[in-house]
């Protein structure tokens, strides 16, 4: 008879990179060797169901339906829950707004959306637009999407390395361009589109618009916003019902991280490494280049960052 062992080891994964219309072309520094992409990328998924695990090339989704709750620690276990992205935008984002999960649920759609943002790198100028500007109608603002000026709605606020937006279910937000932001969100890709400036897909087709279920789902404001005052290098940047966020800044002294909890860590800058307490064993430990992610399975030894840099160690709310 099979027994399981009673420690998993952290897996590491490899990113799937997703075309946008809104992308770039060099994903350098992030990720060495890619070269010109034939596509302008957007988006990097690091822990989608679909991401491969290295080296085995075996998917997120497969290993979860295996493992189970000895992976994410949560009951909840048809899919992993939580998808960490890097986004890159060459150009402005579509306004948009995403579902509730009662409403995905309602609609056939799975999961709803609640996600934030931390600005990995921002030129000057990079803006940030969430909710409405004071004074603006939802009809108004109804009105200026369905004729292309749906964006100039918004509260547009400055974004500098270091900042983080919280954008739960309902908020109407866009981004703009110049800047590299770290995306932590529920396992969904329910979003609804209310402008897109009449602008073509990579098909050479208008994007499609979702007026009916957006206006629905969008309030003027959701409880969405900027969570800190000055930009931050470390602590605490965001809890929520869905996932709680920690940034770590490494220079010398080694983090531990706390054993029965499922930890996952977006590297944000190079030389960061997951290893084995020295107490606790010798097992080989995983580099963590920057723009990848790693989970540490909640029925784990205890294991501990190394190296320098920084990065966001993402969990589960407690009570999940």
Request: hydrophobic share 40%; charged share 25%; proline share 9%.
């Amino acid at each position: 008879m099979q027994t399981e062992s009673p420690c998993l080891p952290p897996l590491r994964l490899r990113p799937l990179f997703i075309p946008r219309v809104w992308g770039v072309r060099e994903l350098a520094p992030f990720y060495d060797g890619r070269g010109r992409e034939p596509e302008p990328i957007g988006e990097t998924w690091l822990t989608a169901n679909d991401c491969l695990i290295e080296p085995e090339g075996e998917p997120l989704r497969q290993r979860l339906a295996r493992e189970g709750r000895r992976l994410t620690g949560a009951a909840d276990v048809g899919e992993f829950p939580l998808l960490v992205k890097f986004l890159f935008p060459a150009d402005r984002l579509s306004v948009q707004v995403h579902p509730t999960d009662e409403y995905a649920m309602r609609r056939g759609l799975g999961r709803g959306k609640t996600e934030m943002w931390h600005v990995v790198a921002a030129q000057p100028g990079a803006r940030l637009g969430v909710n409405l500007r004071p004074g603006i109608a939802m009809a108004e603002f109804a009105a200026a999407c369905r004729v292309g000026r749906g964006a100039e709605c918004l509260d547009w606020q400055p974004a500098q390395t270091g900042d983080t937006f919280y954008i739960p279910a309902g908020t109407i937000h866009a981004i703009g361009p110049g800047m590299v932001l770290c995306e932590v969100q529920q396992q969904s890709d329910n979003t609804f589109r209310l402008d897109d400036y009449g602008r073509l897909g990579l098909d050479g087709r208008p994007r499609a618009l979702h007026w009916e279920d957006g206006f629905t789902v969008a309030r003027p404001h959701a409880g969405g916003g900027k969570l800190n005052r000055r930009p931050q290098r470390a602590g605490l940047l965001c809890s929520s019902p869905y996932f709680r966020v920690e940034k770590f800044s490494l220079e010398r002294d080694a983090l531990p991280l706390d054993a029965g909890t499922m930890h996952v860590i977006a590297a944000l800058d190079p030389g960061l490494r997951l290893e084995r307490a020295a107490t606790y064993g010798t097992e080989p430990g995983l580099d963590l280049p920057p723009a990848t992610c790693a989970i540490v399975p909640a029925a784990s030894a205890i294991w501990q960052l190394a190296g320098r840099g920084a990065g966001l160690d993402i969990t589960l709310p407690i009570y999940r």
